[in-house]
């Protein structure tokens, strides 16, 4: 079995979640602004509007495009900075948060199964998302996303790995 790359250490997300994060938001953000840009463009000529009005509209479609950019290029990087995770032969721990901090700590004996997964956009970057599902209803599966893909692979064989006590029902 692989081992994580440094156990009982604070680890970062992969740096390359942020371009991915980005490049989400990017898509998130022109699919729902072009359609808003033309039905901005709709009313100022279909409606019956003075020029104010249809300045005013137009102002307020291009203020929500300027700060979805803002947020686009700034919370992903916000979001890595604030995460960290461990892995160590007690579990996983994770601490998170920009605005709301968490810390979420799973025990390997509370560990059911564990999924990598990986999406499109995430393989094109070598990343994936690990899923733990605990026992328990509280924070039943618990994620991490923005990991490196090698690096998720040893962490769930980690977690799922022998506990050496007996599973058995």
Request: hydrophobic share 45%; glycine share 8%; proline share 5%.
């Amino acid at each position: 079995m692989n081992q994580p790359a440094a156990l009982d250490v604070d680890q970062s997300l992969d740096p390359r979640s942020v371009t991915a994060a980005r490049l989400v938001g990017i898509i998130g953000t022109t699919a729902v602004s072009l359609p808003a840009l033309g039905g901005v463009l709709f009313a100022a000529v279909a409606a019956p509007w003075n020029e104010a009005a249809k300045l005013g509209l137009f102002g307020i479609w291009a203020l929500f495009t300027l700060v979805a950019a803002v947020l686009i290029y700034a919370w992903p990087e916000a979001r890595y900075r604030r995460t960290r995770y461990r892995v160590d032969e007690r579990g996983l721990t994770i601490r998170r948060g920009v605005v709301w901090r968490s810390e979420t700590f799973v025990p390997r004996s509370r560990v059911q199964h564990t999924d990598v997964l990986q999406g499109p956009l995430q393989r094109s970057f070598e990343l994936a998302t690990l899923i733990v599902h605990t026992a328990g209803t509280q924070d039943a599966s618990v994620s991490l996303g923005g990991l490196a893909y090698r690096d998720a692979l040893p962490i769930r064989d980690l977690l799922i790995g022998d506990r050496g006590d007996d599973d058995s029902v």
